[in-house]
Structures are given as C-alpha cells and as structure tokens.
C-alpha cells in the first residue's frame, strides 16, 4: 500500500581507487547518502472501477478497482471501504480516491479533485486500463453542477446534484448566516462562462432554509429587504406537520404567503374576510335602522305625533343598532390575526 520513490539515480555501484583524501571520502559519503534518499507515500490513489451499494452490511460502500502508482498491487479485505462510519462519500465509476492500509485493510478516504467539479471528477483509464464509454453507474448522469461562490472563511458542504450548505457569513459585517439549499439554478450569464462559481439564490433555487443573525442575505425575499435575525424558507410547497401541535408565536408578527392556505389537516371551510364581513353587517344595519326610523315615523303620524310603548320599543332598538354600527372596533374583527 504505502510505497516510496527514490529521489536520485544510484551511482554508488563503482568505488573509487587511488590514495584517499578528504574530498573523496566526502564525495564518497554524500553518494551514498543521495542514494539512500526516498519519498515516502502513507497514502496512494485508486481508480474506481465498482461501486457496491446492494452487498451485506459490512461491504457497503465498498469500491474496487486498480490502484494507479502500482496497478498489480493486491486490494486488502477483497475491496476498499470507506474509512469514516458516520460520513460517507460514495465515488461513482472512473473518479480516483485515495487509500490507506490500516491493519489488513485498505480505506478509501477522500475523492481527489481531478476537475474540480462538484458534480463529477471522473478519468477513467488513469490507471492504464481504459474501457471505452465508461458509464459512471447505473443512475449517474453528468449535469453542469457549479462550486457555490463563497466569501473568505466559509465553511461550504456540497452535493453533486447542487444541493449545498454553507456556514458562512454576511461579509459586510461579518456575522453568521447558514445556507442550506437543494437544486441549483444557474441564469443565462452563468451558463456561458465555464465552470463559474456560482451564488445561493432564495428566489431561484429549487428550495432554500436561510438562517441570518443581524446582517442581510445580499438580496430581496419577497420584494422586501431582509435583515436582523430571520429564518426564510422557500419552495413551491411548505409542509409542516406537528404528532401534538404546532405553535407559532411572535413578539411582532407571523406572515403566512401563499396562494393556498390551508389550517388543519381536513380543512375544507372558507375564512371570513373580517373587513368584508364588516361591509355587510354595517350594510344589514344600516337596512334594518332606516326600516325602523320609517316605521317610527309612521306610527307617530298615526298617534299625532304622541310617542307609544310600540315606539319607544322600536326608538329604543334602532339606537342599540345604531350604538352597534358606531362601536370603535368591531368585537368580531381580529387586530392579531390579519388575511388578504
């Protein structure tokens, strides 16, 4: 697994005659000393050539193929594993990974950036070997997948299929803001420029989780400029689906943007526009005190003007309506929960 590469030609086959000096044992040593001098490799490269995703337990992730520095070298364990248990890259078919020996088996512990292409860095017959119209897998296709732009410090993750996250910050003021987004979408300028790095977009990715601290994100949401501390979340559908309940609360307010809102896993009932339902009502009130004023007139024409207990009743209910329509804030109209 490990091998070493010498450094110089060995010159040290003939020895010199004649009477020694200084200088020639010198000479003499510093040869020797050349000729002793190595590179030492603990790791080696390694062409993928299989890639198991449907053996036991134990073999998954597993990868074969030839090594590149010694291509008749014997694989470890009949096949290369990953070497971390909790985070796991999955090569496809033609990238080269580097591999380690540890105890009796060979690892493999990164993917060498040959291209520097999230998506793929595949050369296939790097190690001598090469099959014409290698396939990647049996699912994997290359797609123009592009590195996420990223400011001095950032902590980026990235998938091949332009999913990414990015533990960054706001550079103008340095303060914390994590990215997380699945499906990139590259504009027209990006596309004609190859390889270009390209930025996270909240409006134009697929779907996006931005979580800010107290700077901006660089761009509008919404038409509306973002900044403090925010959670933004974009995508054609937000499902979120609580086994108890679901709380939101708010020291300001909550905003619900969609054209489609629905409260309750079966909800089938309309909601009452309040400022809409308040039109009417008034309309209704103003119907019913104009029929009780004109039946109060009459009546009084009728008793020559001498108020009845009929109208002092009806006298008495067109005021309580009247009262009712002039109330400040109607009691049936929310100031918390508001609708478009």
Known sequence: MAFRVKRTVDTTTSIPTGIPSFSKISQMIKKLINASQYDYHESETFEVKEVNLNASY??????????????????????????????????VIGEHVVVVEYNGQHYYTSIVNRKNSPNENAIPGASGIYEKDTKYGDTFERKDIRRVEVNEGDIVYEGRFGNSIKLGSDPTNGSPVIKIRAGQTLDTETRDIFQKPVKESIDNDASSIYLISSGSIGETF?????????ILIKSDGIFISGRDNIRLKALNSISLNSDVVNLGSEANESVVKGEELKKIIDMLLDSAIGAKTTEIATKLA????VPTP???????????LQAIKDLP??????????TS
């Open 58 to 91: 134990k073999g998954y992730g597993t990868v074969t193929g030839t090594f590149i520095n010694n291509p008749n070298q014997e694989i470890l364990g009949g096949g290369v594993l990953p070497l971390m248990p909790n985070i796991t890259n999955i090569p």
């Open 222 to 230: 919404e038409e509306e400029q973002i900044t403090g501390k925010k």
């Open 302 to 305: 009728i008793s020559g003007g």
């Open 310 to 320: 009929e109208t002092i009743q009806l006298t008495s209910e067109t005021t309580e």
């Open 329 to 338: 804030a109607a009691p049936y109209l929310s100031t918390k929960v508001k």
